[in-house]
């Protein structure tokens, strides 16, 4: 399967001394990243933000595993080349940059994953499948605000408009061709320091219980922050206290 040259929006100044990526998750897109990339420019980096393989306005694809996303990400590059200073990547966004690290290991020097998918049951991708094309063919901005009154418009907006932007063939392949869908060996193989910033298992996490004692057993480099209050989308729930845990990490 051949690499995909993926489209990008940027934050800040491009000539920055620090660079970072913005990696987002199933059936978003680059621009979903606005809130973390605005909030690293104010601190002095320049942000870019990709469209995955099959979103946003990124080339469509007949394959979606999860390497086929990495092996995308590993051909991105900040624009003066070498290595990202850090990659930001929530859910499979976060699970493919894993797998890019794994596999090109002078990609980033740093990783930040938003509570990763490295590792879903059969029930929970069947869950993320339903979801995903619900969102695709019926979701509107009056649910998502119903249903997240606390998020920004902004979100609520591109929740939805960004879901629809996406191939609908490319969210169901996502789960289809991911039959196996566990990457915690790359992660043990991951060799820069890596903040994982988790939701909270008492609202909803993909990064939690055994299985999250599992993966930072098995990489000293991996720590875990647990953000209160917070689901799945850490960024969009608690936005403030997630760039606050980011931008303390670059310190």
């Known amino acids: 399967m051949s690499t995909l040259t993926l489209p990008r ?32 420019a104010e601190a002095g980096w320049y942000a870019t933000a990709v469209d995955l393989r099959g979103h946003g306005s990124a080339p469509r694809a007949p394959r979606y595993r999860i390497s086929d996303f990495a092996a995308d990400l590993s051909e991105t590059r900040p624009a003066h080349g070498g290595a990202w200073d850090v990659v930001i990547g929530h859910s499979i966004g976060a699970a493919a940059s894993v797998v890019a690290q794994s596999t090109s290991p002078r990609w980033a020097r740093k990783l930040i994953l938003l509570d990763p998918a490295l590792a879903l049951t059969a029930e929970r991708k069947e869950l993320v499948r339903t979801g995903q094309l619900y969102g695709h063919d019926e979701l509107t901005e009056a649910e998502v605000a119903r249903d997240n009154p606390h998020w920004h418009p902004l979100d609520v907006e591109l929740r939805v408009r960004s879901t629809r932007q996406a191939s609908r063939f490319a969210l169901e ?56 209050g917070a689901g799945h989308s850490v960024h969009r729930d608690r936005p403030e206290e997630t760039l606050s845990q980011i931008v303390r990490a670059l310190v």
Not at 23 to 37: D, E, K, P, Q, R
Request: cysteine-free; proline content about 3%; glycine content about 12%.
């Open 9 to 40: 929006i940027g934050w800040g100044d491009e000539h920055s001394t620090r660079h970072a990526l913005i990696v987002h998750g199933l059936g978003s897109s680059a621009h979903t990243g606005w809130y973390i990339g605005s909030g690293l």
């Open 173 to 228: 392949a996502a789960v289809a061709d991911n039959p196996d869908w566990d990457v915690t060996e790359q992660a043990a193989q991951v060799n820069v320091s890596t903040l994982i910033l988790g939701g909270d298992p008492a609202v909803d996490s993909m990064f939690t219980g055994d299985h999250a004692a599992a993966v930072l057993e098995s990489n000293p480099l991996m720590s875990h922050v647990v953000i209160a």
